[in-house]
């Protein structure tokens, strides 16, 4: 069973949509979570990060977690071609964090 | 540093050759970890090192991969008997702490022909 699975898209959004991406986590005992982005040909940058259940917002981007359902959500608000890029889920599982394959999201203008 | 520095940026070598990545973390990070990202898949968790514990290496993928960090901080991976398999970006990062948010660097490219 994979431990961070996310949909690879491609997720399309218009120029000012919310943008929803979504990811499961199969270990209960993860405190952690995290959201990286990923231009092509560059390196994952870590955009927020969630410790407790409930929502945490900064800037354009709000992150949802949701433990009781191993559910973690990342919205972006007024997306904008500059956002089009690969959105990876993070989990810490113990020691190092385990990533999902990344959701790859499309803004058209 | 200001960021998490890794070199070579590129590396092309033969079949069969040992290559030495390298990786200077962020000043005081005590924790540092390898991914490896081949094209079109996720990152891939190799090893972690944190303080002066004993590292986690239960994610190299066989005994021809090993790392080590000298003196808590710069750390190299090397990879011996390279096969075309192991083509794929390598990436360092580290964090304050283990557990914490990482920051990247910007990898290395291995390519083995």
């Known amino acids: 069973q994979k431990e961070v699975e996310q949909n690879s898209g491609p997720l399309s959004v218009p120029e000012g949509a919310i943008a929803s991406l979504n990811c499961t986590y199969s270990d209960r005992v993860s405190q952690s979570f995290f959201w990286y982005r990923q231009y092509s040909g560059k390196s994952p940058e870590l955009i927020m990060s969630?410790?407790?259940?409930g929502d945490k917002e900064d800037g354009r981007f709000t992150a949802q977690l949701n433990k009781a359902s191993q559910y973690v959500s990342l919205l972006i608000r007024d997306s904008q071609p500059s956002d089009s890029a690969t959105y990876l889920c993070?989990?810490?599982?113990?020691?190092?964090?385990?990533f999902g394959k990344g959701t790859t999201l499309s803004v058209s203008s | 540093g200001a960021g998490v520095s890794q070199s070579p940026s590129n590396k092309v070598t033969e079949k069969g050759k040992d290559v030495e990545l390298r990786c200077d973390p962020i000043s005081g990070h005590t924790a540092l970890y390898w991914y490896r990202q081949s094209l079109g898949q996720g990152l891939e968790f190799l090893i972690y090192f944190q303080g002066n514990s004993a590292p986690d290496k239960s994610g190299l993928p066989s005994d021809r991969f090993s790392a080590e960090r000298t003196g808590g901080s710069v750390s190299t991976l090397t990879i011996q008997r390279t096969q075309q398999e192991d083509s794929a970006v390598y990436l360092c990062?580290?964090?304050?702490?283990?557990?914490?948010?990482?920051?990247f660097g910007s990898g290395t490219r291995l390519t083995v022909v």
């Open positions: 990062a580290s964090s304050l702490v283990g557990g914490d948010g990482y920051t």
């Open positions: 969630i410790y407790s259940n």
């Open positions: 993070a989990v810490n599982l113990r020691t190092a964090l385990i």
